[in-house]
Nanobody, 127 residues
Framework: QVQLVESGGGLVQAGGSLRLSCAASGRTFSNNVMAWFRQAPGKEREFLACIRSSGLRADYADSVKGRVTASRDNAKNTMYLQMNSLEPEDTAVYYC????????????????????WGQGTQVTVSS
């Protein structure tokens, strides 16, 4: 059974940092695009970042560009999201996702591109 499990969320003060992890099991995603999304109460799921299988290139949403960095360790089948300068507006449940299609050269922000999802981890930023 394929699973994505996020961890690293929690309560942090504004201006602080968090590092989220997404550990995959059940299959390897070393040849697959992976991504991070978030969803705040009453809002739609929002794309944050996607990272190509090599880990050498990532794309970011304008809302978080410059404050977050996506990375991955394919040997560990794990993806990360380093978040800095957090703001109360960043409060949400954060999800990782993976595309089931291997060797895709590009990644995009569409929820529909991603077939596997984690259960989410709560990030709360206090002012």
């Amino acid at each position: 059974q394929v699973q994505l499990v996020e961890s690293g969320g929690g309560l942090v003060q504004a201006g602080g940092s968090l590092r989220l992890s997404c550990a995959a099991s059940g299959r390897t995603f070393s040849n697959n695009v992976m991504a991070w999304f978030r969803q705040a109460p009453g809002k739609e799921r929002e794309f944050l970042a996607c990272i190509r299988s090599s880990g050498l290139r990532a794309d970011y949403a304008d809302s978080v560009k410059g404050r977050v960095t996506a990375s991955r360790d394919n040997a560990k089948n794990t993806m990360y999201l380093q978040m800095n300068s957090l703001e109360p507006e960043d409060t949400a449940v954060y999800y990782c996702a993976a595309d089931s299609t291997r060797f895709r050269l590009s990644c995009n922000s569409a929820v529909s591109q991603y077939n596997y999802w984690g259960q989410g981890t709560q990030v709360t930023v206090s002012s």
